[in-house]
Every structure is written in C-alpha cells, then in structure tokens.
T-cell receptor
Framework: AQSVAQPEDQVNVAEGNPLTVKCTYSVSGNPYLFWYVQYPNRGLQFLLKYITGDNLVKGSYGFEAEFNKSQTSFHLKKPSALVSDSALYFCAVRDSFGYNKLIFGAGTRLAVHP | EADIYQTPRYLVIGTGKKITLECSQTMGHDKMYWYQQDPGMELHLIHYSYGVNSTEKGDLSSESTVSRIRTEHFPLTLESARPSHTSQYLC???????????FGPGTRLLVL
C-alpha cells in the first residue's frame, strides 16, 4: 500500500537560514513524488515533482527536493528561507502504474522568523 | 489562461439546506477530484472522475454526490447540509503524462 510520512508537524527556521522539510514514502514500483504548498485560506499550489532522472529536482520559488531511493525520502529544501515561505507544505506520492490517486502526507507547517 | 475555478469561495448556510459547490477547469484535463480538508489539516479524497459520466467515491466516506456531464465541470452536491459538513472543499484536476494535480482555491463551508 502507498503511504507518505511527514515526521515533523512544524519546522521553525530563521530568515536567511537553509530549510529542510522531510518526507518519506512507501510505494510499489517506481514513485512519482510531489511537493505542494498551501497558504492560509487558499488551495494547494504545485511546487515540484520527481518522476525520473536527476535526483535533485528544482521547483518554484527557489525550492528544490532531493530524491533518495535507498532511504525512500524526498526532502524539500531551500538554501535561504524567507518569511514569505511560511506556509503549510504537503508531500504526495503515487505509483507509476497509471493509478492516478495521490496519497498526501499530513502536512508540515513551516514558520520562518525574521 | 488555464486555471481551476471554485465558487463560492465562502458559504454559510443553515442545517438541512441543499448546496452545490461548483468547480470548473480550463486546463483541458480529463481527470478531476474533490478533497475535504479541515483547516490546516490533511487532505481526504472524497470523489474523483476519470472523464465524462465517470465518478467514483474516494477514500473518505462522504454524504455528498458529484456529477460529470461536461469535461470541464465537476460540481459537488450536499442534499441536506449538517454541521458535520463544515470544512474546506478543494477541487483539483490532472493531466499530462505524469498526471500532476492542480488545485482550485477552495470553498470554505460553514453549516450552522
């Protein structure tokens, strides 16, 4: 069965410092992995995805994520956090067999302090 | 511009009323989804559709129903709203070879 874990309910980081939001997954076959961000009273915005190829994926707003097959992880990173990055972040996975339902993690709240 | 639209954005309604939440997309996608999300919490898939006249129930049981008569339109209906239906409802569609899902802005429903 597919599953996603985001082990941290909240991540706190000072503005200008690097940030990491963790995600691990379990899926049959090759994973399709996604990160989304949600600002208050808004829908989810797509940030980036890993399908195949280079393990380091670059996305919107300076975010990137590293796919690690051996650790079944897909951590979201940014070299220098901004206060405006404060939001709720969701990791999601689906298998590559054409079954299109995404499985979402519980979300991680990122708080960037000035 | 290709996008996903949801109306209304906010709805306050009394118990027992019938409501329809609208979702439309100009993305040209075949697949559409409805999620339920309590504020700041995880998402729960309640309905999905792979195309016209195709609808399936999701992982979370819901008293709502959906229809898909046109590719771009996927409305969700509650025949008799109850306070337990108070939540945020997010519509999404997907397309392309990886079926990346894109979300609308959501409808926040409050049932009194």
């Amino acid at each position: 069965a597919q599953s996603v874990a985001q082990p941290e309910d909240q991540v706190n980081v000072a503005e200008g410092n690097p940030l990491t939001v963790k995600c691990t997954y379990s899926v049959s076959g090759n994973p399709y992995l996604f990160w989304y961000v949600q600002y208050p009273n808004r829908g989810l915005q797509f940030l980036l995805k890993y399908i195949t190829g280079d393990n380091l994926v670059k996305g919107s707003y300076g975010f990137e994520a590293e796919f690690n097959k051996s650790q079944t992880s897909f951590h979201l990173k940014k070299p220098s956090a901004l206060v405006s990055d404060s939001a709720l972040y969701f990791c999601a996975v689906r298998d590559s067999f054409g079954y299109n339902k995404l499985i979402f993690g519980a979300g991680t709240r990122l708080a960037v302090h000035p | 511009e290709a996008d996903i639209y949801q109306t209304p954005r906010y709805l306050v309604i009394g118990t027992g009323k019938k409501i329809t939440l609208e979702c439309s997309q100009t993305m040209g996608h075949d697949k559409m989804y409805w999620y339920q999300q309590d504020p700041g919490m995880e998402l729960h898939l309640i309905h999905y559709s792979y195309g016209v006249n195709s609808t399936e129930k999701g992982d979370l049981s819901s008293e709502s129903t959906v229809s898909r008569i046109r590719t771009e339109h996927f409305p969700l209906t509650l025949e008799s709203a109850r306070p337990s239906h108070t939540s945020q409802y997010l519509c999404a569609s997907s397309g392309g070879p990886e079926e990346t899902q894109y979300f609308g802005p959501g409808t926040r429903l409050l049932v009194l």
